[in-house]
């Protein structure tokens, strides 16, 4: 039985040297939040905590919660509504399609499919698909056609799907693959499915991006692991896998699209070695970025402390734009409450609207209410595509200023924006 709670030994290599890097606090789940006009429930809450192990190089949270908490059925994120994502599902599509000469009827599995945006892709081509979902997105997959099992990945599963339908020609884990616990049994899994000759393909959130756009919004709970190459080569090999072609992508802030497969089975692309030799070249092999990511991050948060209330001052309200999850991160690690964000606002159609923010009473609202109302700033939660954020949200008529949190505490004058 999978046990959660306090990371002592490293998720990958299991030795025990865990640096820390930053104590963010405690956090309650990301998206459970409770109901507007009634009355509170409780909440878990769970530490947070960024550690980094010196023997294998990996970056790793150093708690597990019980991914039922996490991830309950009603679990309000769907991947289709991001356009951004959409996109770069088509092109990873494109990309497996003719990198690995795919075939009409191959089969694809995809590992935490939600609402089946990435399977479609693959179903239009006439390749066989299955995907792997255990919130209620897995219904809207199904609507689609998409023969989707509404359950946790797990060795057992992949027991199940293996004896069922056979190996898979690629598996897929989109954004999920550090999210799962315990990952040895994950890859074990997922080599079931691919057997000798698939191969396996994640996209994960690429430490490099976290520590130079000091991206630490995106600790929380779900992401159990922040993957550079190295520390991703370093678990893959204990499997038998060989990572074989790997690429930046721009999804949620900088990721990377990693190809493995058994050695042999494909030529490694010189991708591989630029890439490890960038990490060493940057310090993420090592230790040696910690001391600086530690400053900038309290750095940050002194500054923000001081321009939303110089900001506060001056106008009286700042609404908060976007609520995805790592807002709720940069909300509890900075401090911020209702008494500083009259409210976050959505666009109309999202789950999260009538509800408040994880651990506060922060209000979500409908995005018209930006409008109507024409706040002096808004704070963009989702700060990493601040530029397209301005110019949608400028586009459709607001006159305020913007607030970007990270990397830097900074205002961008709604002048300065071009339509």
């Known amino acids: 039985m999978t046990s959660y709670g306090p990371i002592e030994n490293c998720q990958s290599c299991g030795g025990k040297n865990l640096e820390s890097v930053l104590f963010i606090g405690y956090l309650p789940p990301v998206n459970t939040m409770p109901d507007m006009g009634r009355p509170l429930p409780a909440e878990p809450w769970f530490p947070a905590e960024l550690l980094y192990c010196g023997h294998c190089s990996l970056v790793q949270l150093g708690f597990a919660a019980d991914p039922a908490i996490l991830f309950p059925p009603e679990y309000p994120y769907t991947s289709g ?15 497996v399609k003719e990198r690995l000469c795919l075939q009409p009827q191959d089969f694809v599995i995809d590992i935490g499919s939600n609402d089946g945006t990435l399977l479609s892709n693959f179903m239009d081509g006439g390749m066989k698909v299955l995907g792997v ?15 989707t099992l509404q359950v946790f990945f797990s060795r057992e599963t992949a027991g199940e799907i293996s004896r069922k339908y056979g190996n898979a020609r690629v598996v897929t884990a989109a954004n999920v693959f550090a999210h799962i616990h315990p990952v040895h049994e994950i890859v074990e899994a997922v080599s079931l499915l691919t057997g000798e000759q698939g191969v396996f393909i994640s996209e994960s959130h690429y430490l490099g991006a976290v520590v130079q756009g000091l991206q630490y919004d995106t600790v929380y709970h779900e992401h159990l692991r922040y993957y550079s190459l190295t520390s991703l080569k370093n678990l893959l090999e204990k499997h038998g896998f060989q990572i074989f072609y790997v690429k930046k992508i721009p999804t949620h802030g900088g990721s990377i699209r990693v ?12 991708s591989v070695a630029a890439l490890l030799a960038e990490e060493r070249s940057a310090g993420l092999a090592s230790s ?12 940050s948060k002194h500054e923000m402390h001081q321009l939303l209330t110089e900001a506060i001052n001056k106008s009286g309200k700042v609404y908060g734009i976007s609520a995805p999850s790592r807002a709720s991160t940069l909300v509890h690690y900075m401090g911020l409450d209702d008494s500083m964000i009259e409210c976050v606002l959505e666009i109309a159609g999202s789950k999260k609207i009538g509800k408040y923010m994880p651990g ?5 609202l409908e995005e018209t209410r930006l ?13 990493h595509i601040a530029d397209e954020l301005c110019r949608n949200l400028k586009m459709r008529g607001y006159r305020g200023d913007f607030i970007v949190p990270l990397p830097t505490p900074h205002i961008i004058k709604n002048s300065e924006v071009r339509k």
């Open 133 to 147: 979902e255990p919130t209620l997105a897995g219904e809207i997959a199904r609507s689609k056609g998409i023969e």
């Open 360 to 364: 506060t009473k922060i209000p979500v």
């Open 371 to 383: 409008y109507q109302d024409q706040p002096a700033y808004a704070l963009l939660f989702s700060w």
């Open 288 to 299: 040696l970025w910690i001391p600086d990511f530690q400053r900038r991050a309290e750095k």
């Open 81 to 95: 509504t991001t356009k951004i994502l959409r996109d770069n599902f088509k092109n990873l599509f494109q990309e």
């Open 259 to 270: 190809y493995a497969s058994r050695p042999g089975n494909y030529p490694v692309h010189e």
